[in-house]
């Protein structure tokens, strides 16, 4: 009976994900579908998830290589202007920043206390609190009509800031649980988050650079360039043979962002050729979050089996604590209705992928990962029902004047 029902299952939610896209309704819940068809399909058969012959899908590098990817994608959706809007709402990006960098740690390490989670799996849900807003917050408030420009400036600051806020909150609150290094993993978010990010708003930057502009660039480019190729020569290892851990790390931060440079010209050449690029890319990046999603999936699936119902009632509370004290926080501080909308989803929607990459980093994607996994499902059903809900109760002020003309995905 089991070989009948598992594979028709599997088909089933692959046929709804495909299905949907023809749905104009309910097309913007396609993505979360497809994360669902990856959770069952990696439950029901997760050796398929985890080696592909020699390789293992699982491997640290070709996690971080993935998320990197994930999160290069995101990044071409963003802009340098979009930290101009701290000038222009100060205080809004004040309070969204705070809320994201302390309510969320704290409510997830009041929810672990109260749910008694195996250390590893609690860690999980501290560091998917500690994690920077995710772009998704940004898709919510543009569906909203809530005040986009401030959502952007808000994901901006607080993914600029995850470096120095998400190690803090680990060493602070998961410290007792997993052990923590607050450097590496400081050094670890750069390489995950801020230089594929970084690679991307460069190509931002020569879209309108001056002649000047793109000749520094481009001689910045070509030294990562010559430092990658000495580094593949053997220069890693000489480096390795002569040089204490931290000295190495900053060396390799260092390389990655010099890496940087050189990724975001040519993918700003690339673009030159190819318009459309820009288009796929974030299509990319939501294949990149289904494929790491399912591999923790598959390599959790045991402890799933044991706590999953507990930890998706968690991913409930966590995510309905940021909407509640976002919204209600911002409306005590004088925020309009519209800003207080945007701040309750940078607050309640947390970068998943930046969650699954550093758990891949620390060797724990099927423990330290499962949060994410499941959270990221649940923000993206919970955000989209709250943005279509807020877009059908317009705030009384005019909607259209608070948005600037932003990218919202």
Partial sequence: MNSVWQPILVVLTVALAIGLRFVAGLRGYQFTAWIIAAVTAAMIYPAAFLRWGSLDLNNQWLILLVVQMVMFGMGTQMSLRDFAGIARSPRGVLIGTVGRFTVMPLAGWA????????????????????????????VMAYLAQANLALSVTITAVTTLLAPVMTPFWMKLLAGTLVQISAFKMMTDIIKIVLVPIGAALLHDYLKHASST????????????????????????????ANLAETPLQLVGVAGFLLSASVIGVVYHSLTRRFPRLDRWMPLASMAGIVYFTAVTTAAGRDNLLQIGVL???????????????????????????????????????????????LAGTMGKLGTVGLAAAIFSPWMNVSGSVLANYWWKKPAVAAVQAQLAPQNPA
Avoid at 217 to 229: E, F, N, Y
């Fill in 111 to 138: 929810l672990i206390k109260l749910f008694h989670f195996p250390a590893e799996i609690a860690a999980g849900v501290i560091l998917i609190g500690s994690c920077s807003s995710g772009l998704a917050s940004n």
């Fill in 213 to 240: 502009g793109r000749k520094t660039v481009l001689l910045i480019a070509t030294t990562g360039a010559a430092w990658l190729i000495f580094l593949a020569a053997g220069g890693w290892s000489l480096l390795s």
């Fill in 311 to 357: 930890l998706f009632i968690v991913a409930i509370l966590h995510n309905t604590a940021g909407y509640v004290f976002g919204y209600w926080l911002s409306r005590a501080a004088g925020l309009d209705k519209n800003s207080a909308r945007s701040v309750a989803f940078e607050v309640g929607l947390q970068n998943g992928g930046m969650a699954s990459g």
